[in-house]
């Protein structure tokens, strides 16, 4: 069966371009988290879905970040203008029912290098 | 706010010893879950616990709930060299991920 799926593996551009960041969860899972991994944070909640519509979005930095669910196999994340701050592991993860007593499973991640 | 605290942050173990993380929390919590995150890897979900005082095993692994669902552990036996890697706790109704803990196995 094929996992969740992100898009890209590796993304490195200069300050103030934009990035966008994209997620084909598992098929049939209702729910859709990204995550944002630094050394610093570690592993921060940005958003999170529930059948296409975003529950909870208070984890999502500023107004420079953007998230869409356009339908159930896709989501992105975008950034903005983007800053070296915004460096860090960008996970996508999917789980059955509400997310909250379901495994979430994780894509590869997306390396994001903001120059 | 949600307030988890995992512990230790990072533990080195000499291989065939034994590793234990903590995870505790200031408030009841409905259910708890464990994942593994290899080097350069991703979050990989090990096990939930739901139950007040329950306990499972997955081979060398062990996890507990506590009484008052507001701790659990994981404990390995035996540490091997595949063990490396960060355990996180995750806490369902906070959709909250533990700092982590970082275990190194030396051979």
């Known amino acids: 069966d094929a996992g969740v799926i992100q898009s890209p593996r590796h993304e490195v551009t200069e300050m103030g371009q934009e990035v966008t960041l994209r997620c084909k969860p598992i098929s049939g899972h209702n729910s859709l988290f990204w995550y944002r991994q630094t050394m610093m944070r570690g592993l921060e909640l940005l958003i999170y879905?529930?059948?296409?519509?975003?529950?909870?979005d208070s984890g999502m930095p500023e107004d420079r970040f953007s998230a869409k669910m356009p339908n159930a196999s896709f989501s992105t994340l975008k950034i903005q203008p983007s800053e070296p701050r915004d460096s860090a592991v960008y996970f996508c993860?999917?789980?059955?029912?509400?997310?909250?007593?379901?495994?979430?499973?994780f894509g590869d991640g997306t390396r994001l290098s903001i120059l | 706010g949600q307030q988890v605290m995992q512990i230790p942050q990072y533990q080195h173990v000499q291989e065939g010893e034994d590793f234990t993380t903590y995870c505790n929390s200031s408030t009841t919590l409905s259910n708890i879950q464990w994942y593994k995150q290899r080097p350069g890897g991703h979050p990989v979900f090990l096990i939930q616990?739901?139950?007040?005082?329950e306990v499972k095993k997955q081979k060398r692994l062990t996890f507990q709930f506590g009484e008052a669902k507001k701790n659990s552990s994981l404990h390995i036996t035996a540490t091997q060299t595949t063990d490396v890697g960060t355990y996180f706790c995750y806490t369902g109704n906070q959709f909250y991920f533990g700092t982590g803990t970082s275990l190194t196995v030396i051979p």
């Open positions: 616990l739901v139950k007040s005082g």
């Open positions: 879905f529930n059948n296409n519509v975003p529950i909870d």
């Open positions: 993860a999917s789980s059955p029912g509400t997310g909250e007593d379901q495994p979430q499973h």
